[in-house]
């Protein structure tokens, strides 16, 4: 099974202050995801990646960014962070076509 | 932009009983569907795909799908408290854009 790991795992950020959310990959999947899950909205997606050097505008990606400088690596930076922004984090890889997602543990992040 | 209904947003069910539960996509060019199931405060797994049209069993887990109304239908039977979770679905259009859009899922409570 596909073994996806997030850092760090809980974070309280402030207002206003930059935060980054690390996702690592061993399995060589071209495709990683970033998601955030709120109650009544489901899975939303944030930004993805087909490989390094790529990143591509998910369904909400106001206020965030995103970075693939390896194949195994992608981080989602708020450059600027707000309470809004409070939620659970996934990261997720897949292969490709007919992607099966498979995720992290997740982060839950808290905007003071 | 696609969007992944499902039905119900919750469901109880007795232990030994049958778990329904429903979706559907809004976009006509949906050729994949998934049925992830989350437990309370883990991350989403895959459950079961279905690509083609007809009907696919593993264990107690039933899925069937039909393209012409782009409906995908997910049964439980013998159902056990472990299996409450919230069931997430999700679809994707092939080829090119590797980006599957989830719906806002089903929670489901088995009681003993």
């Known amino acids: 099974e596909a073994a996806v790991t997030q850092s760090p795992r809980n974070k309280v950020a402030v207002t206003g202050g930059k935060v980054t959310l690390s996702c690592n990959q061993t399995?060589?999947?071209?495709?990683m995801y970033w998601y955030r899950q709120d109650t009544g909205h489901g899975l939303r997606l944030i930004h993805y990646?087909?490989?390094?050097?790529?990143?591509e505008k998910g369904d909400i990606p106001d206020g965030y960014k995103a970075s693939r400088p390896s194949q195994e690596n992608f981080s989602l930076i708020l450059e600027l962070a707000t309470p809004s922004q409070t939620s659970v984090y996934f990261c997720a890889s897949g292969v490709g076509d007919q992607d099966t997602q498979y995720f992290g543990p997740g982060t839950r992040l808290l905007v003071l | 932009q696609q969007k992944v209904q499902q039905s119900p947003e919750s469901l109880i069910v007795p232990e030994g009983g049958m778990a329904s539960l429903n979706c559907t996509s809004s976009d006509r060019n949906v050729d994949y569907f998934w049925w992830y199931r989350q437990h309370s405060g883990k991350s989403p797994k895959m459950l079961m795909?279905?690509?083609?049209?007809g009907e696919k069993e593993e264990g107690r887990f039933t899925v069937h799908l039909n393209k012409a109304s782009l409906h995908t239908s997910l049964h439980i039977r013998d159902s056990q408290p472990s299996d409450s979770a919230l069931y997430l679905c999700a679809a994707q259009i092939s080829g090119g854009n590797y980006k599957p859009t989830f719906g806002k899922g089903t929670s489901l409570v088995v009681h003993p």
């Open positions: 795909s279905i690509f083609s049209n």
């Open positions: 399995n060589n999947h071209n495709n």
């Open positions: 990646s087909y490989g390094a050097g790529s990143t």
